[in-house]
């Protein structure tokens, strides 16, 4: 069976080994599994913390957590009941079907509307879709923000938080961002934008990182692989590891997790997207293993 559902949890197979495993909660994707040239074995390539919850009451700590409509704490006055990063994460999504299913892949479809517990903290009319696709090599997660106002434009944030497992943090360069423009949260002195002049970016330090107008087309080296992501719609992307000296005070994060993971998140998050009534925006972002060191793709 390509697609196997569990209580609140769907997992996908694909006919070569990889699979990757979605919550209803959330529409978080808390696992995805490929092989590459130097492992015949699909492993895994999503970091999820030990002490994340997966039973509903809180955001899960790893995987692809979806953000909706709003990112970090809420700037724009239609979200300002909402807490950080909106409630897409925090929501149960319903099954809406098999979307796909041969030999390419296999391809599921969540969605979110409006609950009562959604319009006591936001009013606006919406329609979202989630569309997660596996692949041999790849994970594509599709977002579909429809604006079910007959009147109102929507405007709203929306990004993949992806937590991608790495053998060590300190080893990891993400390419290319050099030359962009970028938002250091971390610097409380220099509040405006910064320009990137390293040509890899590491993270061995505490970082968090907002990069405007980005390329749109990422990877995440080490030595002996890494990832390649490519994004849609989702101009922005934000690198983020806290380190010892913020991840330790996390509640949920396990002693020394922030050595295995690098967040690279695509999205739309330095200004707001704007959808006019009865529209849809998509948002998609692909996640493919590279086989070797070097940024060769499969």
Known sequence: MPVEQSGGQITLKHPKGASADILLYGATVISWKAADKQHSVPFERLFVSSKALLDGSKPVRGGIPVVFPCFGAPTHPDHSRLSQHGFARSEVWKWDGLVMDNEAGVSVRLTLEPTSKITAVYSKPFHLTYVVTLAEHQLSTDLHVKNASTSDILEF??????????????DVLIHPLQN???????????????????????????????????????????????????????????????????????????????????????????????????????????????????????
């Open 157 to 170: 944030q929306a990004l993949f938080h992806n937590y991608i497992r790495v053998p060590s943090s300190n």
């Open 180 to 298: 962009l423009r970028y938002f250091d949260k971390t610097d409380p002195v220099h509040q405006g934008l910064k320009t990137e002049t390293r040509t890899g970016v590491d993270v061995k330090e505490s970082t968090d990182s907002i990069y405007e107008d980005a390329p749109q087309n990422y990877q995440v080296t080490w030595p002996g692989g890494g990832v390649k992501l490519r994004s849609v719609n989702l101009k922005d992307v934000v690198v983020w590891n806290p380190q010892k000296e913020v991840g330790s005070k996390i509640g949920d994060m396990e002693d020394g997790g922030w050595e295995r993971y690098v967040c690279l998140e695509p999205g739309y998050v330095r200004g707001f997207e704007k959808v006019e009534p009865g529209k849809t925006w998509i948002g998609q972002q692909v996640l493919s293993a590279i086989r070797e060191e070097g940024g060769t793709n499969l």
